[in-house]
């Protein structure tokens, strides 16, 4: 088992930044990538931004690109979310999700094992 623990949420106002972290505890070993995802009030919980955990790969949605950063300490378990430039529109829950297994595919929730139970970020305009 993974437990996944968010925290750096808030509330900021539109242009300003966030740095969101998940420590990993448990059978960290077993890790493959980290993700982050998020849901807003009645919508569906879309990928956000993921990261291999050896080699560093990094992958981000469209709408993220060039404003947020993800990031990982391996030796401390915790991967980052360097969120900048922040809009009214990225309001949402954020979840952070492990991959226990290799897949190739990181945009998908199914492709994740393990999730946190989610930072609550508000940008307000």
């Known amino acids: 088992q993974v437990q996944l623990v968010e925290s750096g949420g808030g509330l900021v106002q539109a242009g300003g930044s966030l740095r969101l972290s998940c420590a990993a505890s448990g059978r960290t070993l077993n890790i493959y990538a980290l993700g982050w995802f998020r849901q807003a009030p009645g919508k569906e919980r879309d990928f956000v931004a993921a990261?291999?955990?050896?080699?560093?790969?990094?992958y981000y949605t469209d709408s993220v690109k060039g404003r947020f950063t993800i990031s990982r300490d391996n030796a401390k378990n915790t991967v980052f979310l360097q969120m900048n430039s922040l809009k009214p529109e990225d309001t949402a829950v954020y979840y952070c999700?492990?991959?226990?297994?290799?897949?190739?595919?990181?945009?998908?929730?199914?492709?994740?094992?393990?999730w946190g139970q989610g930072t609550q970020v508000t940008v307000s305009s």
């Open positions: 999700a492990a991959q226990a297994h290799y897949s190739g595919r990181h945009y998908y929730q199914r492709d994740y094992d393990y």
């Open positions: 990261i291999t955990w050896s080699g560093g790969s990094t």
